[in-house]
Protein backbone atom coordinates (compact mmCIF):
# COMPACT_ATOMS: atom_id res chain seq x y z
CA UNK A 1 0.00 0.00 0.00
CA UNK A 2 1.66 2.98 -0.60
CA UNK A 3 1.90 6.49 1.28
CA UNK A 4 -0.90 8.84 -0.44
CA UNK A 5 -3.19 5.44 -0.19
CA UNK A 6 -2.54 5.30 3.61
CA UNK A 7 -2.85 9.21 4.11
CA UNK A 8 -5.98 9.53 1.41
CA UNK A 9 -7.74 6.58 4.07
CA UNK A 10 -7.50 8.76 6.95
CA UNK A 11 -8.79 11.37 5.15
CA UNK A 12 -11.53 9.59 4.01
CA UNK A 13 -12.55 8.04 7.25
CA UNK A 14 -11.85 11.90 8.63
CA UNK A 15 -14.74 13.16 6.37
CA UNK A 16 -16.70 10.28 7.10
CA UNK A 17 -17.33 10.51 10.68
CA UNK A 18 -17.42 14.39 10.23
CA UNK A 19 -20.46 13.80 8.33
CA UNK A 20 -21.74 11.47 11.20
CA UNK A 21 -21.13 14.31 14.12
CA UNK A 22 -22.93 16.33 11.66
CA UNK A 23 -26.19 14.38 10.85
CA UNK A 24 -26.64 13.58 14.83
CA UNK A 25 -25.80 17.18 15.86
CA UNK A 26 -28.54 18.16 13.37
CA UNK A 27 -31.08 15.37 14.80
CA UNK A 28 -30.47 15.96 18.31
CA UNK A 29 -31.10 19.51 17.28
CA UNK A 30 -34.58 19.17 15.46
CA UNK A 31 -35.81 16.41 18.23
CA UNK A 32 -37.89 19.28 19.92
CA UNK A 33 -38.91 21.51 16.61
CA UNK A 34 -42.73 20.71 15.95
CA UNK A 35 -43.88 19.29 12.56
CA UNK A 36 -46.18 20.84 10.43
CA UNK A 37 -49.23 19.13 10.29
CA UNK A 38 -50.06 19.65 7.45
CA UNK A 39 -47.12 18.10 6.21
CA UNK A 40 -47.38 15.00 7.28
CA UNK A 41 -50.86 15.07 6.49
CA UNK A 42 -50.56 15.42 2.94
CA UNK A 43 -48.80 11.95 1.93
CA UNK A 44 -45.37 13.78 2.57
CA UNK A 45 -43.10 11.32 4.16
CA UNK A 46 -41.24 12.07 7.80
CA UNK A 47 -38.17 13.54 6.03
CA UNK A 48 -39.96 15.74 2.86
CA UNK A 49 -42.47 17.50 6.50
CA UNK A 50 -38.91 18.50 8.03
CA UNK A 51 -37.53 19.76 4.93
CA UNK A 52 -34.28 17.51 5.15
CA UNK A 53 -32.36 14.23 5.37
CA UNK A 54 -32.74 13.96 9.00
CA UNK A 55 -36.08 12.07 8.67
CA UNK A 56 -34.63 9.36 7.43
CA UNK A 57 -35.26 6.21 9.39
CA UNK A 58 -37.31 8.35 12.26
CA UNK A 59 -41.00 8.10 13.31
CA UNK A 60 -42.46 10.67 15.22
CA UNK A 61 -43.61 11.00 18.53
CA UNK A 62 -46.61 13.84 19.61
CA UNK A 63 -47.44 15.25 22.93
CA UNK A 64 -51.46 16.69 23.64
CA UNK A 65 -50.82 20.23 23.36
CA UNK A 66 -53.98 22.06 21.83
CA UNK A 67 -52.84 25.53 22.29
CA UNK A 68 -49.62 24.78 20.18
CA UNK A 69 -49.95 26.69 16.78
CA UNK A 70 -48.67 23.04 15.01
CA UNK A 71 -51.33 21.08 16.78
CA UNK A 72 -53.23 18.61 14.25
CA UNK A 73 -57.27 18.13 14.72
CA UNK A 74 -57.05 16.12 18.02
CA UNK A 75 -54.85 18.58 19.83
CA UNK A 76 -51.63 16.98 19.23
CA UNK A 77 -48.33 18.04 18.60
CA UNK A 78 -46.24 16.32 16.62
CA UNK A 79 -41.89 15.63 16.77
CA UNK A 80 -39.37 13.89 15.42
CA UNK A 81 -38.79 10.84 17.53
CA UNK A 82 -35.43 11.26 18.01
CA UNK A 83 -33.99 8.45 20.39
CA UNK A 84 -30.83 10.99 22.28
CA UNK A 85 -28.81 8.05 23.30
CA UNK A 86 -28.57 6.77 20.19
CA UNK A 87 -27.73 9.91 19.31
CA UNK A 88 -25.15 11.10 22.01
CA UNK A 89 -23.52 7.66 21.64
CA UNK A 90 -22.80 8.27 17.86
CA UNK A 91 -21.38 11.73 18.84
CA UNK A 92 -18.76 10.09 21.00
CA UNK A 93 -18.02 7.29 18.45
CA UNK A 94 -17.47 9.46 15.77
CA UNK A 95 -15.98 11.78 17.78
CA UNK A 96 -13.45 9.28 18.69
CA UNK A 97 -13.34 7.60 15.33
CA UNK A 98 -12.48 10.95 14.05
CA UNK A 99 -9.54 11.82 16.48
CA UNK A 100 -8.16 8.30 15.57
CA UNK A 101 -8.03 9.27 12.05
CA UNK A 102 -6.45 12.49 12.80
CA UNK A 103 -3.58 10.84 14.99
CA UNK A 104 -2.73 8.01 12.06
CA UNK A 105 -2.33 11.27 9.64
CA UNK A 106 -0.42 12.75 11.67
CA UNK A 107 2.25 10.22 12.73
CA UNK A 108 2.48 9.02 9.18
CA UNK A 109 3.13 13.23 7.91
CA UNK A 110 5.44 12.96 10.90
CA UNK A 111 7.02 9.91 9.41
CA UNK A 112 7.53 11.42 6.11
CA UNK A 113 8.95 14.68 7.44
CA UNK A 114 11.75 12.75 9.53
CA UNK A 115 12.24 10.50 6.43
CA UNK A 116 12.54 13.94 4.32
CA UNK A 117 15.35 15.14 7.27
CA UNK A 118 17.19 11.85 7.00
CA UNK A 119 17.78 11.88 3.40
CA UNK A 120 18.84 15.56 3.47
CA UNK A 121 21.50 14.60 5.37
Not at 1 to 26: C, K, P, T, V, Y
Not at 27 to 56: C, V, W
Amino acid sequence: MSIDAILEASRAGMQNERLRLDLASRRIAAANQPIDPAALGSGATFAQALGTDLGAGLGTRSVLDPKHPLADAQGRVHYPAVDMVQEMTTLLTASRGYEANVRSFNVLRGMLLRAMEIGAK
